[in-house]
């Protein structure tokens, strides 16, 4: 019969503690809290053994543990133990013991940590699971969270993030509103002015997506205004000629100033899906002039 490994002998030590009945000298808190530095033992050894599964098994009985002794640290930081040694190829488990950690630390008013752990929820919701509503969620309560904590740069981050899924999920106007908080605050620092440019290019996408070329005429407008550099950008330049092909229901014209546009900048997937997208409205409208 093999031996048993010293994870193995910690977790039977834990759980035998957990369950064992309190002496007349020995309160209920005491007992759980050894378990919990058993549970906390046996999980770094079975990390060490590269059995992640079974590490995070023992940091979540460790967080009950520490849950029962009232200590609330202690428990948000043993679930995201927890939720890191899931991480690793168990993430439906991983969102879990990250929603754990979340709720101790929204109780505890550490927001700023709690919008880094729902960050990370919403990374694997997109990365792992390919679930856009769900990433798009946590990525807004993040921002949220962020921006109440005066980290406007890392909250304006998770918002351009979540305009971008929005924008994917055929959500435009939620999206265009998004892109246009993340352009003004973008535009109030000269770190961040640059990127502002790609901003409402995005926005200006979303509006000819949705087909509302009254809008997007009149963005590109009021963008011109708020940056009198805009309209001379490459961007704005790339938008009007595009209006131009869609009002005119050219789809010829509409191609070559995409594939000029992407020989000088070359577009990402999200923009060349959203093309795509506006393309395909081109050739079901054909009567559009």
């Known amino acids: 019969m093999p031996s048993k490994s010293t994870a193995q002998i910690l977790l039977e030590k834990a759980d035998k503690k957990a369950n064992s009945s309190t002496g007349w000298f020995s309160s209920s808190s005491s007992k759980f809290e050894e378990a919990g530095d058993l549970y906390q033992q ?6 060490f053994d590269k059995l992640f599964r079974e590490a995070g098994d023992a940091f979540s009985k ?11 640290n202690d428990a948000a930081n043993a679930w995201w133990n927890a939720a890191k040694a899931y991480k690793r190829g168990f993430p439906d488990l991983a969102i879990q013991a990250l929603s754990q950690t979340v709720t101790h630390l929204t109780q505890a008013g550490r927001f700023r940590q709690a919008a880094d752990r729902e960050k990370e929820i919403a ?3 997109l990365q792992d699971q390919s ?6 969620e946590s990525f807004e309560r993040a921002g949220e969270w962020y921006a109440q904590e005066d980290a406007a740069a890392t909250a304006n981050a998770c918002f351009k993030d979540a305009a971008d899924l929005h924008a994917e999920l055929e959500e435009y106007q939620i999206a265009i509103v998004r892109y246009d908080e993340v352009a003004n605050h973008s535009l109030g620092s000269a770190l961040t002015k640059y990127s502002v440019k790609d901003y409402w290019l995005k926005a200006l996408l979303c509006a000819l997506a949705s087909t509302d070329y009254v809008s997007a005429r ?3 407008h009021r963008y011109g205004q708020m940056d009198s550099t805009f309209p001379s950008t490459r961007e704005a330049k790339f938008v009007t000629a595009l209006l131009e092909a869609l009002e005119e229901g050219n789809e010829e014209a509409f191609t070559n100033v995409v594939v000029e546009y992407d020989q000088v900048t070359k577009l990402d997937n999200w923009k060349t899906a959203i093309l795509l997208k506006i393309k395909r409205d081109i050739q079901q409208a054909p009567g559009l002039t």
């Open 62 to 72: 460790e967080a009950e543990c520490r849950e029962k002794c009232n200590e609330q």
């Open 131 to 136: 679930d856009l509503r769900r990433a798009c």
């Open 218 to 220: 009149r963005n590109l």
């Open 123 to 125: 990374q694997i919701y």
């Open 42 to 47: 046996a999980a770094n050894s079975f990390k």
